[in-house]
């Protein structure tokens, strides 16, 4: 929920795209989720708000596919056009389904900044595995090669 916030349930479907007031807004047409961007306090990043609801979405340095994965856990339709501007435009900045822009997010590359799959990174990418579950053994080297360490569940005793 978004700040008292709770969107209406969406049905599933193709007729589900014209429930009126789906996403909680009387003046928006019920697929179509707005976004206003302003930069942020923060170097680099922008603070996204729902368009006429001054709650806080996201802080960050890609506000619409943040914002797009925060609406989603928050029960928005994943059908639902999401569309951002910058406070003040008169125009649209990017415009997406918002189930689309919730699975991407955005690396940079050599050649620039490209889209990628959003995945979950795990809370540390180098955390120990604990150390009741693993114990290190050699297992026989291969005829001629060279002895494998291997991971086998450790025991008791």
């Known amino acids: 929920m978004i700040d008292g916030m709770k969107p209406a349930p969406y049905a599933t479907g193709p007729a ?9 807004f009387e003046d928006t047409p019920s697929n179509q989720v707005n976004i206003i961007v302003t930069p942020s306090s923060r170097a680099g990043h922008f603070d ?4 006429h609801h001054n709650s806080l979405l996201v802080t960050s340095r890609s506000p619409f596919l ?15 056009v999401l569309i951002m501007r ?5 125009h649209d900045a990017l ?3 918002l189930g689309t822009a919730a699975g991407l997010t955005v690396e940079e590359s050599a050649h620039g ?8 990174a795990p809370q540390s990418a180098v955390a120990a595995p604990p150390s009741n579950q693993i114990e290190s053994a050699v297992t026989d080297p291969p005829e001629g090669g060279i002895a494998r360490a291997t991971m086998r ?3 008791r005793q």
């Not at 943040?66 to 639902?80: E, I, N, Q, T, Y």
């Open 16 to 24: 589900s795209k014209h429930v009126p007031g789906r996403n909680g």
């Open 153 to 155: 569940p450790a025991m």
């Open 48 to 51: 996204a708000r729902l368009e």
């Open 95 to 97: 415009r997406a389904r």
């Open 86 to 90: 910058h406070d003040g435009a008169d």
């Open 113 to 120: 900044p490209i889209f990628r799959s959003f995945r979950n």
């Open 66 to 80: 943040d914002s797009a994965r925060h609406l989603v856990d928050a029960g928005f339709d994943p059908d639902a």
